[in-house]
């Protein structure tokens, strides 16, 4: 994949793989092609069958007029052969057995032969892939050395023995020059980072263990004094999601930019202080990667599934910011904003991310920073602004957000008031009396209004002539948009909007009403943007309808297309279903060519290509 | 309750600390719990012990969970922020307060409730940490706010009162925090201030997480015939080890105790603390004696009180984490944030 990437051909990459240590069946999908659309599909061009155990599954899936690539030297069950597809065998293991002595090298270049036979079948410039491995192996020669002899074998012997480069190949462009393949979950670290957060609290939990190994990283690498070995952050790793959640309360109550990071299940055991920092106006930034739930679920698999959990996490009148990043460039910006805005607004933000845009490589521009960007503390008072007030008093008065200014411990005694989970009055004192609380908790909910003009604001794509619109948010962008130009293909345009932020902006609003059709494109069973939607604006709930894929595996333009079809009803005509038809064509005629390949790697990582 | 408000007027005998703050400068607000409630001779311990310390209240961050004695951090202590956060999650919260600022004073005050059953893991792994803090668990064996449940400290056979009787094995967070390797164990009562000050004092000057657990009976709902927890009982099981005596830094050591009763452990910050023996053989320093003495004790019924362990050579959080000297939130963020130039080089190696 960082091949073609490097060829600068737009390229995605999807691990599929199941919740274990060693030994289940892992898939590896890339997927590539001229218009640069990126969202998973299932229909595969190309499939390296590597495990015997799922042959029969790997050799059903390949379209018809397909390839299957597999290792000869033990014949196939004549059983799963197909007349449509075409069979690729190599001898692997018998070309390895000839060249290498050692038993797991035998093993090991094995698999690291395949990429040969695909660099030759794809026409992947072999320049780059040797600079690869230089880059790769730069301190080990020797493992370098067996690499490079291992593609070479499964290069030469497609070129011998097969028809190369295939009908569908790859050529350079330079689509990829600005940009870089990072995952989700490093650059939301590398945000955390860049916005100067000092202190992480977290539990490990999959799929979002990374972002706190990719902050330790990080601040190993540019927080550390070099004299001194002195660490200017500290990461706790808590004996639970409780106790992180509390570690980062207690830190951004002392002022520090403090963040979490999770999952599903740990948002469900961090609500009871989520409602905490929400009542007693404490900042604190939590990352949630999403994964299928409910309950354990599938730990390893995609789902939006965790909107309205976040959206009103707690018991009691909760409501809270809410930021959507679709890709790793936007989970980089939007960790840096989602301080701002918890310090600003004095309350908890979310990162939503999930699985597939936490834990995959994407192709994104090159991240970008503004050394003037100075960091929104939001209103602390400092100790000259505190000896100027006659009297200082916690929540009030409010600014045009809402807001009233904190002050953090140490600064002053007059600063000096009793942060409190109980009812409180404006002032900060204990109350119990209707009006008093009333009066808090109104301006909480104007607060919570105010922000929508602040948050990141939805993405509007219109095209002309479009009869619906169609609604979506994170990782769903590539297969909605894909699904959109495919189906305007066929006659039938609709606009397109991403929500970026909870809650949600008046464009939101706007364009909800100026459509009379609308679909919610989005990945949990129960429509949960669609209820968040219907709940939070002014939007008729009958014109709303929603088009859901929650199996766990990142959403395809085809479910897309299908939905929209489907519920647009007799009215609209198409051509098919599969969006891959018009792609096919299109990459004939131009010669560049949609090749998705799945493989599976049963293999260990030493001396492995990615 | 006590309703009656105190007279803000500063009498002019009132002795002055080396800030030149009087004792009343280190109180809260009026207590509004039972009248003759141990948790408010507790306050009064606190209030004494920072006095005493000379501390700018400000310096300090109080922090506490909920029941009857998170209450009490509004009772002491005006000129310093306080946290009444929830059930049993006060140890966590003080963690990440450490964490972002290692200059203030910290101190926690929970109760068995919050923290032996609904918290009990939170502190737990505080004192793995080793977090600076003080933490006093105001021990009363019962859930006074809820009405008179029996928590996890009540001992077995101890009677509710309604006259129902405790069913489970208590835990002893003493035993406990031994066993969990915290640097600093104490236990004392309520009604023992000359004990409980230079504990407390001791306890906010120990350079790790100090456990101070203080009998503390619960005079609505504990304290009766049949309660193990009653003031009663304490004064009559209780049996004081070790007595406290603590100098600070910048005073003259004295030596007026004899050689073989005096055990000396010099804190983190150079100042000492005396251990008076009342048993010879007693040493707060090895553990493994420690836990087998106070299994003996308990065994027999005695309440053992008195600054029971100390290791004044345990790495504290930040140490152990070689976090900066400077606490975290004063760190300017130039010094936090890599910039564009690092930024784009680091994106070659995502090429």
């Not at chain 2, 064996?141 to 077995?156: E, H, I, R």
């Amino acid at each position: 994949m960082q091949a073609i990437f490097r060829m600068g051909i737009p390229v995605s990459g999807k691990n599929l793989f199941p919740s274990n240590i060693q030994g289940l069946p892992t898939w590896y999908e890339v997927r590539v092609n001229l218009r640069g659309h990126t969202a998973r599909t299932s229909e595969y061009d190309l499939m390296v069958a590597m495990n015997a155990e799922t042959y029969a599954r790997d050799v059903r899936e390949v379209r018809p007029g397909g390839y299957v690539l597999y290792d000869s030297t033990w014949p196939l069950d004549p059983a799963l052969m197909r007349d449509d597809v075409t069979f690729l065998g190599v001898p692997y293991a018998r070309l390895c057995n000839e060249s290498f002595t050692e038993a797991r090298e035998r093993t090991l270049m094995k698999n690291i032969a395949y990429v040969g036979t695909l660099a030759a079948l794809f026409d992947i410039d072999m320049d780059i892939v040797s600079g690869m491995l230089k880059e790769k192996f730069a301190r080990k020669p020797a493992l370098m050395e067996s690499n490079a002899k291992a593609i070479q074998l499964g290069h030469r012997y497609a070129l011998e023995h097969f028809e190369c480069p295939l009908p569908f190949r790859l050529e350079s462009m330079d689509a990829t020059k600005d940009s870089i393949l990072i995952d989700g979950n490093t650059a939301t670290a590398l945000g955390c980072v860049y916005a100067g957060a000092t202190v992480a609290a977290w539990y490990p939990i999959t799929p979002s263990t990374s972002v706190l190994d990719a902050f330790k990283g990080f601040c190993e690498a540019y927080r550390v004094d070099k004299a001194t070995g002195e660490k200017r952050y500290c990461i706790l790793q808590a004996e639970d999601e409780l106790g992180a959640i509390g570690m980062v309360i207690g830190a951004a109550w002392n002022g520090a930019r403090a963040f979490t990071s999770t999952s599903g299940p740990g948002i469900s055991l961090m609500s009871e202080l989520i409602g905490l920092a929400y009542y007693a106006e404490v900042p604190a930034v939590i990352i949630d990667v999403q994964r299928v739930g409910p309950s354990t679920g599938m730990p390893t698999r995609t789902q939006q599934g965790d909107i309205m959990m976040c959206a009103y996490a707690s018991h009691g009148d909760t409501k809270h910011v809410v930021l959507f990043p679709s890709n790793p460039r936007e989970c980089f910006e939007f960790a840096v904003k989602a301080f701002d805005l918890a310090e600003r607004l004095q309350t908890p933000v979310f990162l939503l991310s999930d699985l597939d845009i936490g834990m995959n490589d994407w192709v994104v521009p090159r991240l970008q920073w503004d050394d003037g960007y100075k960091p929104h503390r939001g209103r602390v008072l400092s100790k000259e602004e505190l000896l100027a007030l006659p009297k200082f008093h916690r929540y009030s008065p409010e600014d045009e957000l809402g807001v009233a200014a904190r002050t953090l411990p140490g600064v002053h005694e007059k600063g000096a008031f009793f942060t409190r989970g109980s009812g409180h009055n404006k002032l900060g004192g204990y109350t119990e009396i209707p009006d008093e609380y009333q009066e808090v908790m109104d301006r909480l909910l104007r607060k919570h209004r105010a922000a929508r003009t602040i948050v990141p604001e939805a993405v509007i794509e219109r095209r002309a002539g479009a009869t619906f619109g169609v609604v979506t948010l994170g990782g769903c962008d590539p297969a909605v948009r894909e699904a959109l130009d495919v189906l305007e293909e066929r006659g039938i345009r609709g606009n397109f909007l991403r929500v970026r932020a909870f809650p949600f902006g008046d464009e939101v609003e706007a364009f909800l009403a100026e459509h009379d059709t609308l679909f919610v494109v989005e990945q949990n069973r129960d429509a949960q943007l669609r209820s968040l939607l219907v709940m939070e604006t002014q939007v008729a709930k009958e014109k709303v309808r929603s088009v859901l894929a929650y199996g766990g595996f990142p959403l395809q333009a085809n479910q897309v297309i299908e939905g929209i079809v489907a519920r647009l009803g007799a009215g609209a005509s198409v051509n098919g279903t599969a969006p891959h038809t018009n792609g096919h064509a299109h990459a004939h005629t131009h010669g560049a060519h949609d090749a998705h390949d799945a493989r599976q790697e049963p293999h260990g990582d030493e001396g492995g290509m990615p | 309750m006590s309703y009656i408000k105190k007279p803000v007027v500063r009498h002019p005998s009132l002795k002055l600390n080396q800030l030149g703050l009087t004792v009343r400068d280190y109180e809260g607000a009026m207590s509004t719990l039972c009248a003759g409630c141990g948790h408010d001779s507790i306050t009064a311990g606190i209030v004494r012990a920072f006095f005493e310390l000379d501390t700018p209240p400000h310096m300090v961050a109080k922090l506490s969970g909920i029941g009857c004695s998170s209450k009490t951090p509004a009772y002491f202590l005006s000129g310093a922020h306080g946290f009444n956060s929830a059930h049993g999650r006060m140890a966590a919260i003080a963690t990440g307060a450490a964490a972002a600022n290692r200059k203030l004073s910290y101190i926690g005050v929970s109760g068995d409730g919050d923290s032996l059953s609904i918290g009990l893991g939170h502190m737990a792994h505080a004192i793995r940490r080793n977090v600076k803090m003080l933490y006093i668990i105001e021990n009363n064996g019962v859930y006074g706010l809820t009405k008179g449940q029996f928590s996890a400290s009540a001992d077995m056979g101890s009677k509710s009162k309604r006259g129902e009787a405790n069913a489970q094995a208590p835990i002893d967070p003493v035993m406990l925090a031994l066993s969990l390797g915290a640097t600093f164990v104490a236990r004392s009562f309520s009604g023992d201030k000359t004990q409980l000050v230079p504990i407390l004092k001791a306890a906010l000057l120990h350079d790790g997480f100090a456990l101070v657990d203080v009998i503390s009976p619960c005079v609505t709902f504990n304290d009766h015939e049949g309660s193990t927890k009653s003031y009663m009982h304490t004064r009559k099981n209780q049996v004081p080890i070790v007595e406290t005596d603590f100098i600070p830094p910048a005073a003259e050591i004295t030596a007026d105790y004899a050689e073989g009763t005096v055990a000396r452990v010099r804190a983190h910050d150079g100042s000492v603390i005396r251990l008076r023996k009342v048993g010879a053989d007693y040493d707060p320093s090895d553990r493994t004696r420690v836990v087998s003495f106070l299994r003996d004790s308990q065994a027999s019924g005695e309440i053992v009180t008195g600054l029971l362990f100390i290791d004044s050579g345990g790495t504290e959080m930040h140490r152990n984490a070689k976090t900066v000297t400077t606490p975290l939130v004063d760190l300017p963020f130039e010094e936090l944030c890599p910039g564009s130039a690092a930024l784009e080089k680091l994106q070659t190696s995502y090429r």
